[in-house]
């Protein structure tokens, strides 16, 4: 049997504690390994956040300060900003056009849309009733509907001046259609005084024994043609034997 000097060493060697490397060994085998310390990525302290001040006029408006009419765009780069914008294709379809369409003569030619307003300016007088009462039924006629083409191209460019906002023009077109109005004014004038020279006429051929006014034959049958006529009727008449025509009386 060993001795009690002899077992002492071993004894005190079992109760000396184990160094760090031995016992860590010996709990990482047994699953009880110590808590690695971690420090966080920032070094801020969690209380010292950041304070947002919020502005008293702020309306909370993500849109503000962007402007269609201005072109200011976004307020904030988007993944498309760097892309090129596509450019529209120089391509004008070939359409054929009657040069002499009807719809040009409301315009100042075909290729120009309206007259400037020194070309406006370059005008003549109105006619005048004494100067209308000269020509036929027929130069009359022409001269009504070629006032109201020329009034047809002012219209025209009164409107599109006003669509176009050109703000200059609109003095020396008015001038211009004052004088096609007074010239058609004289036209209706010098109508008007036909028409009531027509029904006086109208009135006097009645009573008129020279003036057929039946329709049938001539409308003006003088006195001596008349007797001559009648002679003829009457010897025609002995001749065939049968009664001779009398004429139409006057209406």
Not at 155 to 168: I, L, Q, W
């Amino acid at each position: 049997m060993a001795s009690l000097s002899a077992t002492r060493p071993c004894i005190s060697r079992l109760l000396r504690p184990c160094d760090l490397q031995a016992g860590s060994a010996v709990l990482a085998q047994t699953g009880f390994a110590p808590a690695v310390m971690r420090a966080s990525f920032s070094s801020t302290a969690p209380q010292c956040k950041r304070k947002v001040r919020h502005s008293k006029t702020r309306d909370n408006n993500r849109f503000r300060g962007v402007s269609l009419l201005r072109r200011t765009g976004l307020r904030e780069p988007v993944s498309v900003s760097d892309e090129p914008l596509p450019r529209p294709a120089n391509f004008l379809p070939d359409i054929k056009v009657d040069p002499n369409h009807g719809l040009y003569a409301f315009f100042a030619g075909q290729d120009k849309l309206m007259n400037t307003p020194a070309e406006d300016r370059e005008h003549g007088r109105a006619w005048t009733v004494e100067e209308l009462r000269k020509k036929s039924w027929e130069d009359l006629q022409r001269l009504w509907w070629v006032c109201c083409r020329e009034r047809n191209k002012i219209a025209t460019a009164d409107v599109e001046r006003k669509r176009a906002r050109m703000g200059f023009g609109a003095a020396e077109s008015k001038n211009r259609d004052d004088a096609v109005k007074k010239s058609m004014k004289s036209i209706k004038h010098v109508l008007t005084e036909r028409f009531y020279l027509w029904e006086d006429a109208y009135e006097l051929a009645k009573n008129d024994p020279e003036i057929n006014l039946s329709g049938q034959g001539d409308v003006y049958v003088p006195i001596e043609d008349q007797q001559y006529f009648e002679e003829e009727d009457a010897k025609a008449a002995k001749v065939d034997g049968s009664e001779p025509i009398k004429p139409a009386p006057a209406v």
